[in-house]
């Protein structure tokens, strides 16, 4: 009535501790549920001075709680348990906790809201790491006055030990970036099986039907010419000035599959027109359907702020290829 628990929940509690004394005592209460729920209703009725009437639930479910009698206790259990299990999306990036929300304890999954972009993977706050552990696990701690168990929410200043000092977490793994099509690795061979790969530090989260692909590391011949033809079929309606800006692009579209196996820096690519409407809008998203990728506006004309939008780029997203478009001007 007062807010802070819903009747469902109050009575979900009680039901279930009733179901745990009936079994505790051999069953030979003579009370099933529904008694129970009648004399509940009956209770409820007059705090609330209304008829309720209540149904009694289908089957009763026991609650297991994981117990976090302090702040100390929590402390510890959450650095033991921080990148295992139900919270095994939890990496480290770039000195900072961050929450892969389609990896979790059996490996890369689909996530429910039908979102498949690279900004599932998101920086984990306090607020946010509380919020996980609450829709994950259920916690509970003794009531100091009444001595009987209740279940409460993950400590705040526990959550606040492991998001600041994330380094001191043994078994949370680092994150180097995140790729939704196969890429090569340093040694040659191919990543493309879904989930963290250890020797990247690369998290592989395919787009939708590309789960079973697997690439050749010793392409055939035909494997080869079938590949050629699909780059040509893709780029061949793109009137390029000449042969060499049509290689350049090509090996645009090569660059990211090969970022790990051929560091960087790497160079940035501008698609020019003599006249609008030629379709450089377009070729940029051919590269994003292929790998990935975000669309930014203009680029800042002022150097500070080139400086300023890329790096809030390079921190916010893990996106393989980055757009600006409609750019005007020389660019230096």
């Given amino acids: 009535k007062d807010g802070r628990a819903s009747a469902a929940d109050v009575i979900s509690w009680i039901a279930e501790r009733h179901h745990q004394a009936c079994l505790a005592d051999g069953n030979r209460t003579g009370r099933n549920e529904e008694e129970v729920t009648r004399a509940v209703s009956r209770i409820v009725s007059k705090f609330l001075s209304e008829q309720v009437t209540l149904t009694p639930a289908a089957a009763p479910q026991q609650v297991s709680a994981i117990a976090v009698p302090d702040s100390v206790t929590a402390t510890r259990w959450l650095a033991d348990t921080l990148g295992t299990g139900k919270l095994s999306g939890i990496f480290l990036k770039d000195g900072q906790l961050v929450h892969c929300v389609r990896y979790g304890e059996d490996g890369f999954k689909e996530v429910s809201n039908g979102h498949q972009d690279f900004q599932q993977v998101k920086p984990v706050t306090v607020d946010s790491l509380v919020a996980q552990l609450s829709a994950s696990y259920s916690f509970g701690k003794v009531d100091g ?39 090569v690795r340093l040694d040659g061979s191919i990543l493309d099986t879904a989930g963290y790969d250890e020797p990247t530090g690369l998290l592989y989260e395919p787009d939708p039907g590309m789960e079973q692909v697997r690439v050749s590391e010793v392409p055939t011949a035909e494997e080869i010419t079938q590949a050629r033809w699909w780059i040509d079929e893709v780029i061949g309606g793109f009137p390029f000035s000449t042969p060499s800006d049509r290689v350049n692009y090509v090996t645009f579209l090569l660059t990211p599959l090969l970022r790990i196996a051929l560091p960087g820096p790497r160079k940035l690519v501008v698609l020019d027109a003599r006249q609008p409407g030629t379709g450089k809008t377009l070729l940029a998203q051919v590269s994003h359907m292929i790998h990935g990728g975000v669309m930014r506006g203009p680029l800042p004309t ?27 001007g020389l660019i230096r």
């Fill in 145 to 183: 006055r009444s001595g009987a168990p209740k279940l409460v929410l993950f400590p705040r200043d526990a959550a606040s030990v492991a998001v600041h000092a994330p380094h001191e977490l043994p078994n949370v793994r680092t994150l180097r970036g995140a790729t939704t099509v196969p890429v």
């Fill in 302 to 328: 002022e150097e500070p702020e080139v400086v300023k939008d890329i790096a809030t780029i390079l921190l916010n997203t893990s996106s393989p290829v980055v757009t600006f478009d409609n750019v005007e």
